[in-house]
């Protein structure tokens, strides 16, 4: 914030001082000319008024850019008819729309739902599985699917072209950014696949956009624009963060660029509060209300295409699976015997049913592992056994029901061992005590013994006997007093990444992660029961599912005792130190090597340090009262300089302090705002420029990106036959584009 | 917040471009505008005298009791006992509180035979003169009592204002607990004061620059920062704290109207940077060569340095016992990590695995930490060039022959037991080897950081065991055993991540008489020195990496988000017999009230920031500075030593907060005393109105006033608490279970004997 800050200060002086000329032109401007692309131009674009350089708006050159990137975005795209690199999943996920199965993903589905929509307008009937290095069928038109998300990779080339002119970049300087775009080996390389890279570029790249243009109609505030472009900056976030939630910085910066903006106003004494109220209102209801709605939008088209049964229901509650077409949850009977073998869930937000298997606790009572698992298979089934004190249930006798209040034991039916607690610390919440599976039919104690605790049916009145899918209850431990609770903590590798079970020690009935049904029931001897018509509500299964995604997204952390060559480290980005092998290796294949062109990353990474110096520079001058910038020179440089810098930092530090696995695509979003910074810096040290100079020193640059792209366009074009023969694009020792290791 | 103050500055500046150019007062804040002192400076004396001696009688209160080893005087009296006899250890702080111990130790000649091993042990049977060695932390944690007072005092905030804070900290209930044992906190909390303390009267000076008293303050705030960090890495948050103070001075004095000129303003940036970077780093650096130069002796340390670090140490087992590995020798060969020596025995992998993978059903090689003649193996040479008695050198390819089975290890491309993705390792009769499988037997020597040619030594040789066919290296791990069928044994496999950390081996000892006999001959080994930086620098990269690796959960560990507000406590020591038990625990009043403050604060300052902006004037110009600059100051110093804390993936603990609780005293009193300002003023306002309001204000300001009444509450309800939660903060006397639960404000709080 303090250049936010520093620009406030100077305004002040500058208002009282020596700024007045600039100030009255800025005010005039209006009056003068009412057409608003010029007005924008005085407003923002004070620096290049002398240039002689053609018009920035005139829509001939971006035609042009954006028909150059149809070559860069398009050119052999079908060349590799194999399913490459992550085309894995998301294709997949597409796959799954088309078919209309319920799935899981840690990612919000705006992505995959057009992805989903590419298959769906190339007739694809979403048969194929999408399986790692396989060849795509015959019937599955994957070019037509791949040219869709390329598309989004083409419209950022004109968006980078209006979003430089819009914040006030010389033309050379728009042209330079829009090639640095255009030419960008890793955007196009990254763009030409089925992946959410390409969409998610694509909303960043509008979002700057519109927040660009809703900041060049800030002169005349409630005006139709200015309604038109604050939607669409709001629109643009809430589709940015239902692609990844990596759009959430996209969003931070908006979120500070609205706070500055209000605390100048706020600073304006001659507003009168009635409008002041308005600017807030306006940007509530647009910049967090909007793009809200948007979110969940998606997520409740996401509800509604997925109608069947898939395999990822087990991540969601059971009411909402038993609302799923071809579940087998609704042919379970309804009243739990002694004797039913059945599946239990957690009813917490991201719960998942009780499971065991054969591993055991590394540490504390190093017995057999209790977990929460996401996934059905049988080791999530557990028989509801009588307690030890009673007589051993026989499959002859009389059924009798489980109550409310009864203590039973719960037999893992994979293992025949019971589900047991005890005084031993839980193995991450060392604060509660472990919960683990223990001894057989014979062998235990009264340690193995849970009582049922009823707290709520939805559909029956009376809470006396346990049912399937309706009865909420807890399962109390009466030996430690303790409550079987889940609440979405990850166990470590040794246990999978699945979610830690504990005997907590609060007795708090509200605690949802304390509440457990029963999902599948199965006993013979009784009969199908009815359906549950009971509907599970939107919002409820919204939360639901961001939980669950923010769990397993907390659980893709790398796994020490792998290694993984496709990761690599935060600070390797900027660098361009590392690329990525986006399939296999063989000479057979079309191999593509995920690389940026490294004259933009050390260019817009050099850029950011010279930023640095540029802002360092001018503070200690203003500090010794050196009049060196104009009103609008501040201006530019707040708007044009620091915000781009700004939203650099948005989108790559918060990456040091996550713990997930990285990859270099991460570095993608950020890159662009790197690219602005390099425009900005760029463009404010040459205007000073004699022509000639100029002429030769953009002249130089554009050759310099053009020819590196073309330089190292194999990598992105796919290159094929021996990897050895393009061993000369390996500058860097590690950029492993051919070689064993 | 750092920046707003430029904001009244720049006020002051544009008044400059008119008028004629006046310097900055940068002391202003620090001055008192009200027109004559209230207290006498003899009052302020005597309110320190009794504070001080208050703060003396609570932390030596029975500080004999418990005579047992009481939590974390496990390490740091441990670490002591380990100075004293001067092996070295390895621990992630840096030397100088730890150093400290050892010397008081050493004065009182305790001889370090005791090492402190469990919560529990006797003081009194192992002869430990653990009292005076607990009196260094105590008189540490009392001073900081004095201390507190002065910040307050330096700054100029009233007598009362000062009494409040100091007794927050006098009266707290986990400072006390944590300074009477034999801890670091204690001089880390001192040493943090004492810097603020130094600072703030450094700033007190800045009128009359480069004069004797401003150089004293100057080095003595970097004395202080450098006892901070060469305490815990904390103290980097204090570090911080007074730079961003620094800075922001730098910058108004680079202000052109301040007056000074580059070349001043240079010599100004220089003292700074000479007092506050270069002698305290210095001074940090020093403390480390002590550090080695008292650790002489090999310890339990060993393990963590190099072989050339360990080699410094006399009786050292790298230099005492290594020697050269022929061919033709019999060894065993020890992982570093897990201590698992190399072992096969005549069992054979099992046909078919759990998971329904097929082994090659060879013999098993396995990992086994004890001794035993089954981790025998004669090692060959792997290519002609070298024969039996030739010494082995690095590079060189070998193959190693099971003595008791007569067969010969090599690795194949079979799946491990439990690694699919890892080669089996497993053996074959001398015939087969010879025969079709040579390639599979043959392992290239990679010695860690070797020169090529450099030859194998017992002990100090570390290295990778490559096989040459396939390019993985030998490897093992403790966290999953083999099954039954391998006696739960180590599994051995080859692991094709070559690089990684965990591949290390190293021959443990050549069997037989050639041992003894090699060491014999070998030329009489010089404890080798290191330069001093290269010593530090591995010490220093070792501690980064282990303090990171110090992720495992504890039972009394809490997030920092329940520090404030105390949700948690520590249980240091229980006794059952006597139901006595020590659990830290801040006084809970104390805290709350102290958090809220920052809240105040935080409204305080938002209003003021607020009407501001609107140009309106609520507050004088003084006031308004004393809020951002002086409250503002202390308000940085305890955000930078609680949030960073957020940001660490190590176990935390409530007394790492300790810290941020004395900053947030220091912002209660400045709050109270602005409270009741303002109180004060409103009051002369209204009442005073139709009369001379500035006369009554004057009479106001002799009596008693709102913030006499608002201190002398606080203080009664701060006291008591102290009182009724002394029993768990002493360790004595006993609680029954009703006295427990009447503790157990908050359900959260785990304390014992409450059933």
Known sequence: MANVEQHELKKRKVGSGTGEAVVTKLDAAPAMDHDEKKYAKVA????????????VYNPIL????????????????????????????????????????????????????????????????????????????????????????AMFGVLTVPLAYYTAAGLGFSPAAV????????????????????????????????????????????PKPFGRKWWKWLILTGTSIGCVCSVKWVGLFATALVGIYTIDDLWQKFGDLKMPKVAYAKHWAARGAFLIVWPFLIYALNFYLHFTILENSGPGDAQMSSLFQANLKGTDLTSSPVEIMYGSRATIKNMGYGGGLLHSHVQTYPEGSQQQQITCYHHKDANNEWFFYPNRYEPEFSSEGELRNVRDGATIRLIHAQTGRNLHSHQVAAPVTKSAWEVSCYGNLTIGDDKDHWQVEIIDDLKHRDHSKLRTLTSAFRLRHPTLGCYLRAANVNLPQWGFKQVEVTCTKENDPKDVHTHWNVENHWND?????????YKSPFWRDFVHLNVAMMTSNNALVPDPDKQDDLASQAWQWP????????????????????????????????????????????????????????????????????????????????????????????????????ILTFGFVFDWLTRRLPGGAKVLVYGAAYVAVVGVFVYFSPVTFGMEGEAEKYKYLRWLRTWRIHGQE | MAESPALRQRAGKKKATITTPEPEDLTAPYTKVTSGPKYSKKAYGIAVTVLTALAFITRFYRISHPAEVVFDEVHFGKFAAYYIQRTYFFDVHPPFAKLLFGFVGWLIGFDGEFKFENIGDDYVKNNVPYVLMRALPATLGALTVPIVFGIMQEANYGLPACVLAASWVLFDNAHIAETRLILLDACLVFSMAFSIYAYVCFMRHSKTPFTRGWWMWLMLTGLGLSSVFSTKYVGLFTYFTIGVGVLFDLWRLLDVNHGLTLPQFGKHFAARAWGLIIMPFCIYLFWFWVHFTVLSKSGPGDDF????????????????????????????????????????????????????????????????????????????????????GDAILNGDLFKLEHVQTNTILLTHDVASPNYPTNQEFTTVPIVDANAGRFNDTVFELRMEKGKPGQPWRTKAGLARIVAKQYGVAMWTQNTKPLPDWGFKQQEINGNKAITQPSNIWYPASVVGPAEAERLATEPKKEVKTVPFLKKWWELQTAMIRHNNALTSEHPYASWPGSWPFLSRGVSFWTKDATREQIYLLGNPVGWIIASSTLAVYAGIALAQALTERRGVKVLSER????????????????????IPFWGMGRQLFLHHYLPGHLCSSLVLGAVVEFIGSRIHEKAARIIGNGHDARKFKEEMARGVGMEEVMVTGLLGVLVWTFWWFAPVTYGTPGLDVEGVLGRKWMSTWDLHFAK
């Open chain 1, 44 to 55: 923002m674009n004070a620096i290049a008024q002398e240039s002689s350089l053609p018009d």
């Open chain 1, 575 to 674: 660098l361009a130190h590392v690329g990525l092998r986006m399939c296999s290796w063989d000479k057979n294949v079309v191999k593509y090597f995920l690389l940026g062109n490294p004259i933009v990353y050390w260019g817009s990474t050099a850029s950011l340090g010279a930023f640095g110096l540029l802002v360092l520079w001018y503070l200690v001058r203003w500090q010794r009262s050196y009049q060196d910038l104009t009103r609008a020179d501040f201006d530019h440089f707040h708007y044009a300089g620091f915000y781009p810098v700004l939203g650099w930092a948005l989108h790559y530090i918060p990456f040091f302090i996550m713990g997930r696995v990285l990859y270099v695509h991460h570095y993608f979003p950020a890159l662009w705002f790197a």
């Open chain 1, 175 to 218: 042209w330079l950014v829009t090639l640095m775009v255009l030419c960008e080996n890793s955007y196009a390389t990254i763009s030409r696949f089925i992946l959410l890279d390409s969409m998610l570029l694509f909303f960043t790249f509008t979002t700057m956009f519109c927040l660009v243009q809703f900041h060049n109609q800030q």
């Open chain 1, 525 to 533: 001897k009784l009969p199908i029961g009815e359906a549950a018509d």
């Open chain 2, 623 to 642: 006031d308004g500075r004393r809020i951002w600059e002086v409250t503002g100051f202390f308000v940085l110093a305890w955000a930078a030593h609680w």
């Open chain 2, 305 to 388: 340095m190099s072989p050339e670090f360990q080699a410094t140490l006399s009786d050292n087992p790298l230099t005492a016992s290594s020697v050269p590995v022929y061919y033709g020798d019999v060894i065993t060969l020890q992982h570093k990590d897990t201590k698992a020596f190399l072992h096969s025995h005549p069992g054979r992998y099992p046909l078919r695995y759990e998971d329904g993978r097929v082994s090659s059903q060879g013999q098993q090689v396995t990992g086994y930490p004890f001794d035993d003649i089954n981790n025998h193996w004669r090692i060959h040479p792997g290519s002609p060039v070298r024969v039996a």
């Open chain 1, 62 to 149: 971006p035609l042009l850019f954006t028909a150059l990137a149809l070559f860069t975005r398009l050119y052999r795209i079908g060349r590799s008819n194999i399913v490459t690199w992550d085309e894995a999943h998301f294709g997949k996920f597409g796959s799954h729309y088309l078919k209309r199965e319920f799935y899981f993903d840690v990612h919000p589905p705006l992505g995959k739902m057009l992805v989903g929509l590419s298959g769906y307008l190339a007739n694809y009937n979403g048969s194929f599985e999408f399986k790692s290095g396989e060849k795509y069928p015959e019937e599955l038109d994957y070019v037509f699917m791949r040219v869709f998300n």
